[in-house]
């Protein structure tokens, strides 16, 4: 079975500008999480969709938005970009909550 | 927010010896996840063990949950060089199964 896939793997962006990055998960797995890394605040979770539905949603502004398409494929957006986004975003499948999440290799995002 | 705190921050050890690496959170979890992060790419899963579970194996890897004191441990037997990398515990909450929440990690270094 392929593993998760994130793309882009590297991206920069200018502030103000938006971003969209894109998440496979496993196949067959209805779930997918996007989480945020940065070395101040470590790994912050951000939202889950499960069935093209948000079921979850951590602590970030609006800007951070994120949907799920009809075959699990997940996209993430962040509009109006701060320097302070600059970060690992990390996307996890899982076949559903309580089950074992993977985790994609991440899009390091750099706002300058 | 972070979950908890994982001891110790950072671990160095020769290769052959055993590394353990202790975790604690805050809340009642549904299960309880353990990765391993190498500079700054994606997380590869190790372990999940579920609330109800004492004790888990996969070859090198041993994990413990104490539920009562709120506390996981991760025994890595025998180490290697290529175990080099930050590791991580993920609580799983009761009710926000979907979200999991990371604690601080703790930097194993393992020199030849």
């Known amino acids: 079975k392929a593993g998760v896939t994130q793309t882009p793997r590297y991206l920069i962006k200018t502030r103000g500008q938006q971003v969209t990055l894109s998440c496979s998960p496993i196949s067959g797995h209805r779930s997918v999480s996007w989480y945020q890394q940065t070395p101040g605040q470590g790994l912050q979770f951000l939202f889950e969709?499960?069935?093209?539905?948000?079921?979850n949603k951590g602590n970030f502004p609006g800007r951070f938005s994120g949907r799920q398409f009809s075959n699990s494929r997940s996209e993430m957006n962040v509009s109006t970009l701060e320097l302070g986004d600059s970060a690992l975003y990390l996307c996890a499948s899982s076949l559903d909550r309580g089950h074992e999440a993977f985790f994609g290799q991440g899009t390091r995002l750099t706002v300058v | 927010s972070q979950q908890g705190e994982e001891d110790p921050q950072a671990l160095s050890i020769q290769e052959g010896e055993n590394a353990t690496m202790n975790c604690s959170y805050k809340t009642s979890i549904n299960n309880l996840q353990w990765y391993r992060q190498n500079s700054g790419r994606g997380l590869v899963h190790l372990i999940l063990?579920?609330?109800?579970?004492r004790e888990k194996h996969s070859g090198r890897l041993r994990v413990t949950l104490d539920t009562s004191k709120k506390s996981s441990s991760l025994l890595i037997t025998a180490s290697r060089a290529a175990d080099t990398a930050s590791y991580f515990c993920a609580t799983a909450s009761t009710g926000t199964a979907s979200k999991l929440t990371f604690g601080t990690g703790t930097r194993l270094q393992v020199t030849l």
């Open positions: 063990i579920r609330s109800n579970e």
């Open positions: 969709y499960f069935s093209e539905t948000q079921r």
